[in-house]
């Protein structure tokens, strides 16, 4: 197993310029000096005394240069030593302090242009979390602040520049946790686990000199590789007799721009993304658009259309401080106003809330249905105001059949309350109604009573089944909103042949469903759609895209992703390319 990636005496030699490899003084500090047959190179004085203090060799790495006069991020020359995962500098106008050696900015170097997502509340202190009020407030934890505090904490590696995430390694091409500091970049390395190794610098000293090589002198920016810009495709909103195909997605700042070559490939043309109202607005009129900026425009210039599902209160919309539903619903309607008004024009959809009949989505306590109409009204109006062609989707209920407020109430009870409460006023506020129909281990076109699925289990409900979305359907035609179409905000089936061989807790069905048979239901499904369920079905989201990739494989969310946690596609995804041709 390699723990140490190594840049050779040759390329150093390269690297350096024969002005730059002239011998400087040594560093005031001890006199010891301390050489590395492995590089060969000595390491002596106040940077000796550094690299020992602050974890040494599996902290820095070894020394690729001599010391030398070297300019730094302000312009200034010191003295300074390259190491393989940091820049030693001297700093002489700090002399007898902690900051005399400091690690160059390689950290803000390398972030430089990049966009991190905002940091999550809370933005103070909590217990085995430290918060920071610079950079945007990021914050440590877990291994990254152990790591940190044990090895010289700010004076060494500066303020956290992200959150944590996963990462493509530019060394060695692996995917790693990753947080960006002012001076370095932390990578958690599961393989060395239990090992001093277990957290490791970012090799940023060795790439520092790369972009020597590379002509962009002393300031090193990694350059990417090109990729063409699509040209935008308009996406018109599916006209009747026909329908919108989606997948549920969990996007990030680093698997975007794949995710959406992803989607463009199966000639899918929505995607489907949860926005936390917590994180987009922390505290009151105060909002981080950077990740949904971004989302818009990829999305816009892969010719997909995006559905933002908005949830989860920040603490200063609850008396409790809790995430569910606004006390005063105008809060929300100031949110969406807002978005609506920055992506008017680019065909967006907006799900009020999610699963409003489920206690886990607001707080542990199902809200009234009156309540939620109030909400989807306020969020209606404030939407439609500020961009009238926007399409404005009723919250999709879950189906649980089961009526206990402390957990869930039936999806068709609640849909029914939903419709008469103030005498229907409901059918002034929404464009489509969403809906959640789960699979279970039944082919999408049994339903239980007259033609239930195989079992065992999970098949004496009709919310066991897909062809459920036909009683949603029957409950709005029966109060006068026939006129009105579904969207299946999510749907799908659930397989851990080749992902896991524990289902997390009630999802034990999806022993049952093959990787096949899971493409065969869910092409079947989308053929329903197309056929069965016209005109009324307006569009279907897959639940879901990639969540394989992006959460635990035990983790309920997991085996609905047709795309592995390895990246390799499951035969879903080929079955629905050829779908959709």
């Not at 949830?311 to 309607?333: E, I, L, Q, R």
């Not at 959809?349 to 886990?360: D, L, R, S």
Request: hydrophobic share 35%; with cysteine; glycine share 10%.
């Amino acid at each position: 197993m390699t723990i140490r990636r190594r840049v050779s005496l040759g390329l150093v030699l390269l690297l350096l310029s024969p002005l730059a490899l002239a011998k400087a003084a040594a560093a005031p500090g001890s006199p010891r000096s301390r050489y590395f047959a492995t590089t060969g190179r000595s390491v002596s004085g106040a940077f000796l005394d550094f690299w020992e203090r602050n974890g040494g060799l599996y902290v820095f790495g070894y020394p690729i240069s001599d010391e030398l006069m070297d300019v730094s991020t302000d312009g200034d020359s010191y003295l300074t030593q390259y190491f393989e995962r940091a820049i030693f500098e001297y700093h002489p106008e700090n002399a007898g302090t902690r900051y005399e050696v400091l690690l160059r900015l390689l950290g803000v170097i390398v972030t430089k242009g990049r966009y991190f997502d905002p940091a999550p509340p809370p933005l103070s202190d909590t217990p085995g979390r430290r918060h920071f009020p610079h950079y945007g407030g990021h914050s440590l934890s877990g291994v990254f602040l152990s790591y940190w505090r044990k090895n010289g904490g700010l004076p060494v590696f500066g303020y956290p520049l992200s959150e944590q995430f996963d990462e493509v390694s530019p060394t060695d091409g692996h995917t790693y946790l990753v947080q960006y500091f002012e001076r370095n970049r932390f990578e958690y390395h599961p393989e060395l686990a239990g090992t001093p190794y277990e957290v490791l610098l970012g090799l940023l000293g060795s790439e520092y000199l790369a972009a020597k090589q590379s002509g962009k002198g002393l300031v090193f920016e990694p350059v990417a590789t090109p990729t063409p810009t699509p040209t935008p495709v308009p996406v018109p909103l599916p006209p009747a007799g026909a329908m919108g195909y989606g997948f549920c997605v969990h996007s990030t700042n680093g698997n975007l721009d794949s995710l959406l070559d992803q989607v463009q490939q199966a000639g899918f043309n929505w995607i489907r993304q949860q926005v936390h109202w917590r994180d987009i607005e922390p505290g009151k009129g105060a909002y981080n658009w950077g990740f949904l900026d971004q989302i818009v425009d990829q999305a816009q210039r892969h010719g997909v259309r995006v559905l933002f599902s908005i949830v989860w209160s920040p603490p200063w919309a609850t008396k409790d401080g809790s995430s569910g539903m606004p006390d005063d619903p105008n809060d929300f309607g100031d949110l969406v106003a807002a978005m609506a008004a920055r992506y008017k024009g680019k065909g967006l959809a907006y799900e009020i809330w999610n699963e409003e009949n489920y206690a886990v989505e607001n707080a542990g306590y199902v809200a009234g249905a009156g309540r939620y109409v109030e909400l989807l009204k306020v969020a209606y109006t404030r939407i439609k105001q500020a961009d009238p062609n926007a399409i404005v989707v009723c919250g999709a209920l879950t189906p649980t059949g089961t009526n206990d407020p402390y957990v869930a109430i039936d999806d068709l009870t609640y849909l029914r309350r939903m419709f008469e409460y103030q005498g229907g006023i409901i059918r002034d506020y929404f464009d489509v109604l969403g809906a959640h129909v789960g699979g279970t281990l039944n082919p999408p076109d049994t339903l239980w009573p007259g033609n239930p699925g195989p079992g065992p289990g999970w098949r004496d409900h009709s919310t066991h089944y897909f062809r459920h979305v036909e009683k949603i359907r029957a409950v709005m035609e029966s109060y006068g909103l026939g006129n009105k179409k579904i969207w299946l905000t999510e749907f799908g089936w659930a397989s851990t042949e080749k992902v896991t061989d524990q289902a997390a807790p009630g999802y034990g069905y999806a022993y049952y469903n093959s990787e096949q048979e899971q493409a065969d239901y869910i092409v079947r499904a989308y053929q329903k759609g197309c056929t069965d369920y016209q005109p009324w079905m307006g569009a279907m989201f897959l639940w879901n895209l990639n969540f394989g990739q992006e959460f635990p494989a035990g983790d309920e969310k997991s085996p609905f992703g047709i795309i592995r946690p390895d990246g390799t596609w499951r035969p879903a995804y080929d079955a629905l390319v050829k779908m959709a041709k």
